[in-house]
């Protein structure tokens, strides 16, 4: 006899887990498979953790979950050779008792997830590794196989969870392959150090973080971000491009995080630090345009195997949250009305992303994929202009400043022209608008 | 060298649970490495786990394998590579993540 249950949820990252507590919690009888040895063994994350989703879910997480910093201090840096040009963002209204966003470390929250879902009821297993989905000879799914002895498990309908590889939707033939210019990779370390040493660095109290993200010469012209977070013990440093240019490239990640590592800007700021682990993940960065069908007849895909994530705001695990949480509800909603889980039906799902933040930000900023990945100038040329643009205004050195404009001015153009830099500011507007 | 050694010693930190003589990954067919141009695996793989050999094709060693699914993506023109995951527990075991 195969077991069978309300649900099947694929994968104990931040979607999945959403989903799996929230249906546990309405009674709903509901499994969880991962297939690392623990949960988060198999999950990578910057990571910074937006309060808000979880609030929706857990709304008292903050009593015991094991957050690392609040952030107080957010810093956007454009790096030059040797330099930077940035921003900083401070404020003491961050210091409030129920923050807004937090440094974490991803398996501890996973771990704590874990438990959370087994206090409402939810089954969570891990080690197992789903190797299809079963389908009906209609073609609903109606549970999966894995690589456990017998491993047969039905359910009324299966949750996809499982990552930004997303191989079961693959297989199955209900996703295509993510082009190379859609994703990038994102390799990081986790860097510890003295507490003392971070708050004295980042002019920071115990719990007060700090996060900087940074674009610039560090991606060597291709199109990618790089980070650097503040945990209570540790650092967690990293850097990000599309594959499609690693591919084309010839510099492998872990000689780009090592040059990372070395700038003369980041380098004080890690020193003495003890690397720890080293990890590498895809990110889904093609948007609106690269979301796949969402359901079908008894599945729904969410979180990074939806491909849901907001590349310019760099916020991915509370659209993971969201949309776990929007798939259990859409589950939940059908059951207490006594229908199905057809294609039809689950459309119920779609229509919930569709007026929720998830779809409105990602059609928002459609375009801004295409345009950052077929003009390398706001990765090269630009990083490069503005940190020599500031250094020229910033050095004394008896030259007037009308001629100084003029210099940097003349730069601009002499690199973009001038049709070139209205151009690059068209795009931007339109990237963005 | 210095840029394998470097990575080995970032791998050297981590831990994995190899699921012996069971590579997750394979290369289909050793003459269509030999016969690709860029071997942009060899480049793009977080890990190393392929080089470039000396009959001008690609050796593959999954076991610092971080399971991003970076050769999968970056071969998907060729389609040479057999991507799957380890067997439930085994493979990359992210303390931290």
Sequence with gaps: ?433 | MSIMVKVEEKLYQNRYIVDESRPHIQIKSVEACQTCEKQACTVCCPAACYSKNETGGVTLVTDGCLECGTCRVVCQDKGNIAWDYPRGGYGISYKFG
């Design chain 1, 1 to 433: 006899m195969v077991e069978k249950f309300d649900a099947i949820v694929i994968g104990a990252g931040p979607s999945g887990n959403a989903a799996t507590y929230t249906l546990a919690k309405q009674g709903l009888k509901v499994l969880q498979l991962e297939r690392g040895e623990y949960p988060g063994a198999k999950n990578v994350q910057g990571g910074i953790m937006y309060a808000h989703e979880l609030e929706k879910i857990i709304p008292d997480f903050r009593d015991d979950c094991p957050i690392e910093r609040h952030i107080i201090e957010q810093r956007v840096w454009l790096l030059g050779d040797d330099n930077y040009v940035g921003t900083n963002y401070r404020s003491e209204a961050f210091n409030s008792d129920k923050p807004n966003r937090y440094t974490i470390i991803r398996a501890n929250i996973d771990k704590w997830w874990g438990e959370q879902i087994r206090k409402v009821g939810g089954l969570q297993i891990c080690e197992t590794t789903v190797t299809e989905l079963i389908r009906d000879p209609s073609g609903k799914v109606i549970g999966v196989r894995t690589d456990r002895e017998g491993g047969e498990i039905h359910a009324d309908v299966v949750i996809m969870a499982d990552g930004v590889n997303a191989l079961l939707a693959k297989r199955a033939g209900l996703q295509d392959e993510a082009a190379p210019e859609n994703v990038a990779l994102a390799v990081k370390e986790i860097l510890f150090i003295d507490p003392e040493l971070i708050q004295q660095r980042f002019g920071i109290k115990e719990d007060e973080g700090v996060v900087i993200e940074i674009m610039g010469k560090v991606t060597k012209g291709m199109v990618g971000t790089a980070f650097l977070y503040t945990n209570k013990e540790s650092l967690t440093i990293g850097i990000g491009c599309l594959i499609s240019d690693f591919k084309n490239g010839s510099c492998p990640p872990y000689r780009m995080l090592e040059d990372l590592k070395k700038h003369p800007v980041i380098k004080p700021l890690i020193e003495g630090a003890e690397m720890k682990e080293y990890a590498a993940h895809m990110i889904p960065e093609g948007g609106y345009k690269a979301v796949p069908q969402l359901y079908g007849d008894g599945w729904m895909v969410v979180g990074d195997a939806a491909h849901f994530n907001n590349a310019a705001h760099r916020e991915g695990s509370n659209l993971a949250m969201a949309s776990g949480r929007m798939a259990a509800e859409t589950v939940i909603e059908l059951k207490a009305a006594g229908k199905g889980y057809s294609a039809s039906n689950l459309a119920a799902y779609k229509k919930k992303l569709d007026d929720s933040f998830i779809m409105k930000d990602l059609k928002k900023y459609r375009e801004l994929p295409g345009i950052m990945h077929g003009n390398k100038q706001f990765f090269g040329a630009y990083p490069d202009e503005i940190t020599a643009a500031a250094h020229n205004w910033f050095t004394v050195d008896s030259v007037d400043k009308k001629t100084k404009e003029k210099q940097i001015m003349q730069s601009f153009i002499k690199r973009r022209s001038v049709m070139g830099l209205v151009g690059d500011a068209i795009k931007l507007v339109r990237a963005v608008r």
